[in-house]
Nanobody, 124 residues
C-alpha cells in the first residue's frame, strides 16, 4: 500500500500562484509514476500532470502547459505541483495519485493509489 497526503491548496486570486505538495509513504518503491488530477463540481476527473520517479519524465495537457510544473524530491518521497498564472477555471479539488503501471500514464484508471484531495479556488 501507498499512502498519499496532499497539502497546499487554498483560495487565491486570478494570476496568483500556489504550490501543492504530495507526501508519499508506505511501499512507495512500487509506484513508477506520480500524477496530479483535478475535479471540478459536475465534471469528470481531469489529468493535470505526471512525473516518473526514476527519470523525472513529465507530461502536461495543453490546458496547463507552460503554467504548471511538476517536480519531485526522491529523498523526501514528495511530489510538487507549482501552479502559476492561475485562472478561475483551475478551480477544483486536486488529487495526487500513484501508479504502478510500467510507463507514464494519464489515465485515472491506471493509478492505484489516491490522496484525499486538496481544494484550490481561484477567484476572478
Amino acid at each position: 500500500q501507498v499512502q498519499l497526503v496532499e497539502s497546499g491548496g487554498g483560495l487565491v486570486q486570478a494570476g496568483d500562484s500556489l504550490r501543492l505538495s504530495c507526501a508519499a509513504s508506505g511501499r512507495t518503491f512500487t509506484a513508477t509514476t506520480m500524477g496530479w488530477f483535478r475535479q471540478a463540481p459536475g465534471k469528470e476527473r481531469e489529468f493535470v500532470s505526471a512525473i516518473t520517479w526514476s527519470s523525472g519524465r513529465t507530461y502536461y495537457p495543453d490546458s496547463v502547459k507552460g503554467r504548471f510544473t511538476v517536480s519531485k524530491d526522491n529523498a523526501k518521497n514528495t511530489v510538487y505541483l507549482q501552479m502559476n498564472s492561475l485562472k478561475p477555471e483551475d478551480t477544483a479539488v486536486y488529487y495526487c495519485a500513484a501508479s504502478r503501471y510500467g510507463i507514464l500514464t494519464i489515465r485515472p484508471g491506471q493509478y492505484d493509489y489516491w490522496g484525499q484531495g486538496t481544494q484550490v479556488t481561484v477567484s476572478s
